[in-house]
């Protein structure tokens, strides 16, 4: 079993609705990810944070909001979306910000909108 | 901008058979390369990684890695695959500069071991 808990594990929406996807770690970790990996493609970056704070955006549309209300916690508020935003939504943590510490992933969220 | 190749999309083994994954990066410089693997269902787990040292690097589950810097390659191998080893495979990297924490993934390899 991973130590990313992410929730909900499926999730349907409409293109008007308003949600949001969860991930939590005990590990201690600062540094959170979120990864959107479509079928038979491998994880693309969208977000991290590091010590709580926001660095790196990979030009995400807006209809994508993260937030990191403490160092456990990673959310992804999705609002508006498209047919094309279904996927899989993996969480991830590492120790810190350095290159040579291992992230550690989720279950991830499947998701489709309709 | 960095990259990660990997060659073999989808491979078809039996058991007991040899296994040699190809991956390939493009980058001059220093970097750290992991395998992670994605069992069907399951979340994507870390096989192993490279930092520094010795380029032969042991993981979990039999499986290692070996880093060869002139060819900018990390393969990954297992002497005798079995079927519980079916799965998708990345290789990927990270560079070591500020804010480096954006791994990069490779397209993934497709592995069957057959009975």
């Known amino acids: 079993d991973t130590e990313v808990t992410q929730t909900p594990k499926h999730l349907v929406m409409g293109m008007t609705n308003k949600k949001s996807l969860k991930c939590e770690q005990h590990?201690?970790?600062?540094?959170m990810y979120w990864y959107k990996q479509k079928a038979k493609k491998p994880p693309e970056l969208m977000f991290v944070?590091?010590?709580?704070?926001?660095?790196i955006n990979e030009s995400v549309p807006s209809r994508f909001s993260p937030e990191c209300p403490n160092s456990s916690l990673l959310n992804l508020h999705l609002h508006a979306l498209q047919p094309e935003d279904s996927a899989l939504y993996l969480c991830?943590?590492?120790?810190?910000?350095?290159?040579?510490?291992?992230?550690?992933f989720g279950d991830g969220t499947r998701l489709s909108i309709l | 901008a960095q990259s990660v190749s990997q060659h073999n999309h989808h491979v078809i083994l039996s058991e007991a058979a040899s296994l040699e994954l190809g991956c390939n990066y493009s980058?001059?410089?220093?970097?750290?390369l992991f395998w992670y693997v994605q069992y069907p269902g399951q979340h994507l787990q870390l096989l192993l990684k490279y930092f520094s040292g010795d380029p032969l690097v042991k993981g979990i589950k039999g499986f290692e890695a070996e880093f060869i810097k002139s060819k900018f390659s990390f393969n990954l191998r297992k002497p005798s695959v079995q079927w519980s080893d079916t799965a998708e495979y990345f290789c990927?990297?990270?560079?070591?500069?500020?804010?480096?924490?954006?791994?990069?993934f490779g397209t993934g390899t497709q592995l069957k071991v057959e009975l």
């Open positions: 990927a990297l990270i560079l070591p500069t500020g804010g480096g924490n954006k791994l990069t």
């Open positions: 590990m201690g970790h600062r540094a």
């Open positions: 991830a943590s590492s120790q810190g910000n350095r290159g040579n510490q291992p992230q550690h």
């Open positions: 980058y001059g410089g220093t970097v750290n």
């Open positions: 944070y590091s010590y709580e704070k926001l660095s």
